[in-house]
């Protein structure tokens, strides 16, 4: 199983890939606070990257769960002197009740969920991967990548210049 968070879904549905989750990773599940965070608020806001999510809801290509948050979430939390948003909260107890891959791109929430024992990776990892598998052309993820940052995507410039880097070398 793979649990993905409000960002993944927004940033493929944004450029329409969101069909790549479903080629790399079958069906995918979401906690109910990420629907309401990338449906209900996107489409409130007019985001139309929120229709084509609903979409995949209702083709059941995305799966909503009812989950809580987990204390050890919580705990970890108060450890790392940080606040996660409510949609990653639950997107990482969905992942550890469940023992998936997370689908998550915030860093600190990221930490977290390796600290628990979650496997993590990003939207840059979904790029390369269907570059590697052919479902992607290099020159078309680089197109996606470098709209990404254009459109507000932050990472850090050593990790823009090592993705490019991969990719090249796929």
């Known amino acids: 199983m793979t649990v993905a968070d409000t ?33 209900t608020a996107g489409k409130f806001n007019g985001y ?8 995949a809801v209702i083709n059941e290509d995305i799966i909503v769960k009812n989950t809580g948050v987990s204390q050890k979430v919580d705990e970890m939390e108060k450890v790392f002197n940080c ?8 997107a990482i107890t969905l992942a550890l009740k469940t023992g998936s891959l997370l689908l998550i791109n915030d860093e600190e929430a990221s930490t977290i969920a390796e ?7 990003g939207v840059l990892f979904i790029l390369l991967k269907s570059v ?4 992607l ?15 507000g995507f932050w ?7 090592e993705f490019e880097k991969i990719l090249f070398e796929l």
């Open 7 to 39: 960002g993944i879904l927004i940033w493929l549905a944004r450029y329409n890939k969101l069909n790549l989750l479903k080629d790399l990773y079958g069906k995918i599940d979401i906690p109910a606070k990420v629907f309401e965070e990338a449906v």
């Open 132 to 135: 590697k598998l052919g479902l």
């Open 137 to 151: 052309k290099k020159n078309e993820s680089l197109a996606i990548f470098q709209q990404m940052l254009e459109d």
């Open 48 to 55: 139309p990257d929120a229709e084509i999510i609903e979409s």
């Open 115 to 121: 600290f628990l024992c979650v496997k993590t990776k």
């Open 83 to 90: 606040k996660l948003g409510m949609g990653e909260r639950e």
């Open 155 to 161: 990472l850090a410039p050593t990790t823009a210049v």
